[in-house]
Nanobody, 115 residues
Framework: QVQLVEFGGGLVQPGGSLRLSCAAS????????MNWYRQAPGKERELVAT????????RYADSVKGRFTISRANARNTVYLQMNSLKPEDTAVYYC????????WGQGTQVTVSS
């Protein structure tokens, strides 16, 4: 069955860094665009970053551009989100998403930025 599993969430101080990983299985990973979304308490889910099938094209939300980097390793069926210069407003549940015609979601991982 299709499965997306996120790793790397946790508590970090403002200005710190975290690296999220998402391991995929059950579908042809290299044929799917991969995305990271996040949802903060009381707010709608927002798209944070997108990467194309080869990793050659990336897009970011204005709120994270210059601080976050999405990457993928197709040979390992894994997508990453490197998060630097973290701010309290980055606190959210982060979700891994695979999209082509079908749309698959991970379970989410909590990122908390606080002193």
């Amino acid at each position: 069955q299709v499965q997306l599993v996120e790793f790397g969430g946790g508590l970090v101080q403002p200005g710190g860094s975290l690296r999220l990983s998402c391991a995929a299985s059950g579908f042809t990973f290299s044929s799917y665009f991969m995305n990271w979304y996040r949802q903060a308490p009381g707010k709608e889910r927002e798209l944070v970053a997108t990467i194309d099938t080869s990793g050659g094209l990336t897009r970011y939300a204005d709120s994270v551009k210059g601080r976050f980097t999405i990457s993928r390793a197709n040979a390992r069926n894994t997508v990453y989100l490197q998060m630097n210069s973290l701010k309290p407003e980055d606190t959210a549940v982060y979700y891994c998403n695979a999209r082509r015609v079908n749309n698959y979601w991970g379970q989410g991982t909590q990122v908390t930025v606080s002193s």
